[in-house]
């Protein structure tokens, strides 16, 4: 199985700030990788797939970056609809896909 | 937009099979040749993909679950079907089907969620 290591497991973030959440894959998964933003008692959101790519309808505040076994999701400014948990999944091997363990961000 | 959406029974006894349905709408589920995501998230934890399925058949599931899971796709009534044998109260979890987003292979984001349904096993 492929390991997806996220962290931090919480951050803490004020309206405004700058945030990068770091997901780490145990081998390289050369950029097959999507983050995905959940808010409580709702299905995830597809935010970034191919490590860097905005699906449509995100907002251009959110980018994605990295290759290999290293990756960031970054929210340039924080706003009062990003305090979520995001997850990491890694789709370059089906045996299993895998996602990260969450990343919660609350209010500072 | 396809939208799929979960229904099967909220409570489930130990030992028995849980059976979950997909129903697709807003078009077909053969529509650009996509694979349809099974994946689950017991109370509090992360997410754990269970498998995937295309509307030939192609199963790929998760190594962990593969004794126990089984999928089928009804083509005419627009639906995927998970069941999942001899299930604990590990299994209790939000059950979610989704779609991939860009076809042909089951290596794919999932792109369109449905609003999941609650799954609880207990006696």
């Known amino acids: 199985d492929i390991q997806m290591t996220q962290s931090p497991s919480t951050l803490s973030a004020s309206v405004g700030d700058r945030v990068t959440i770091t997901c780490r894959a145990s081998?390289?998964?050369?950029?097959?990788l999507a983050w995905y933003q959940q808010k409580p008692g709702k299905a995830p959101n597809l935010l970034i797939y191919?490590?860097?790519s905005l699906e449509s309808g995100v907002p251009p505040r959110f980018s994605g970056s990295g290759s290999g076994t290293e990756f960031t999701l970054t929210i340039s400014s924080l706003q009062p609809d990003d305090f979520a948990t995001y997850y990491c999944q890694q789709y370059n091997s089906y045996s299993p896909l895998t996602f990260g363990g969450g990343t919660t961000v609350d209010i500072k | 937009q396809l939208q799929p959406r979960e229904s099967g029974p909220g409570l489930v006894r130990p030992s028995e099979t849980l059976s979950l349905t997909c129903s697709v709408s807003g078009g077909s589920i053969k529509k650009n040749d996509l694979y349809w995501g099974w994946i689950r998230q017991p109370p509090g934890k992360g997410l754990e993909w269970i498998g995937s399925i295309f509307h030939g058949g192609s199963t790929y599931l998760n190594p962990s679950l593969k004794s126990r899971v089984s999928f089928s796709v009804d083509t005419s009534k627009n639906q995927l079907s998970l069941r999942l044998t001899s299930v604990t109260a590990a299994d209790t979890a939000m059950y979610y089907c989704?779609?991939?987003?860009?076809?042909?292979?089951?290596?794919?984001?999932?792109?369109?969620w449905g609003q999941g349904i609650k799954v609880i096993v207990s006696s």
């Open positions: 989704a779609s991939g987003r860009e076809g042909y292979s089951p290596l794919d984001p999932f792109a369109v």
């Open positions: 081998q390289s998964i050369s950029n097959w």
């Open positions: 191919k490590a860097s």
